[in-house]
């Protein structure tokens, strides 16, 4: 289910990307028990056709989960999922409002 994203030139490819395939980000903290669960939750969920999901560790590559803050114009928070489409950011959510049902919706 999870492309790991780890660099700039990979963010930059799923924001083009974007306009032909929705894409995913999922920020998650690797030290968050909350961070995990959601995670887990995510994992055990009908995943929407046509979407690509990208996992950050936020631990390991901050730099690069500031960068989507500062591309998609949104503050920060961990967990937090990102529905990209059109090189926009459609959908954001944080912590346990965060749910595949509704990117579903938003597909």
């Known amino acids: ?35 995990s669960m959601v995670k887990s939750r995510l994992e055990r969920s009908v995943v929407p056709e046509g979407i690509e999901f990208y996992y950050l560790d936020l631990i390991r590559y901050r730099a690069i989960s500031n960068r989507v803050a500062e591309m998609y114009d949104i503050p920060h ?23 595949m049902e509704e990117l579903e919706e938003m597909s």
């Open 1 to 35: 289910m999870w492309i790991e994203l780890d660099s700039e030139e990979q963010l930059m490819m799923i924001q083009s990307r974007s306009f032909e395939q929705k894409a995913v980000i999922f920020k998650h903290s690797t030290r968050c028990s909350i961070s």
């Open 77 to 99: 928070e961990s967990p937090q999922l990102l529905l990209i489409r059109n090189g926009e950011c459609i959908y954001d959510e944080s912590h346990m409002a965060i749910r």
